[in-house]
Nanobody
Framework: QVQLVESGGGLVQAGGSLRLSCAAS????????MGWFRQAPGKERELVAH????????YYGDSVKGRFAVSREDAKSTVHLQMNSLKPEDTAVYYC???????????????WGQGTQVTVSS
């Protein structure tokens, strides 16, 4: 049974930093590309960043490039998202999930954890 538990969110002022973590279980974590998604009120869920199995390759959405960094610890089945220079438009609920390619990068599982709220004040 897939389990994804996100943590590390909170309220921070613009320009501040947060580090999110996601503990995964129920699947062979090290074999999967893992990603962070976010959903702001009234908007669709978007893929923010993802990291390949083994961690050699990363991808970032244009809105977070240069500010966010994704990493993974396969021994702990955990993926992290370091968020720096936060902006009010980064306010959203952040989720992790595996990532698959079907012509575009998309969520690999229909299961979603509870997410972690990130709120950036101006």
């Amino acid at each position: 049974q897939v389990q994804l538990v996100e943590s590390g969110g909170g309220l921070v002022q613009a320009g501040g930093s947060l580090r999110l973590s996601c503990a995964a279980s129920g699947f062979r974590f090290r074999s999967y590309r893992m990603g962070w998604f976010r959903q702001a009120p009234g908007k669709e869920r978007e893929l923010v960043a993802h990291i390949s199995p083994g961690g050699a390759m990363t991808y970032y959405g244009d809105s977070v490039k240069g500010r966010f960094a994704v990493s993974r610890e396969d021994a702990k089945s955990t993926v992290h998202l370091q968020m720096n220079s936060l902006k009010p438009e980064d306010t959203a609920v952040y989720y992790c999930n595996s990532v698959r390619w079907d012509g575009a990068y998309s969520p690999g599982s229909d299961y979603w954890g509870q997410g972690t709220q990130v709120t950036v004040s101006s």
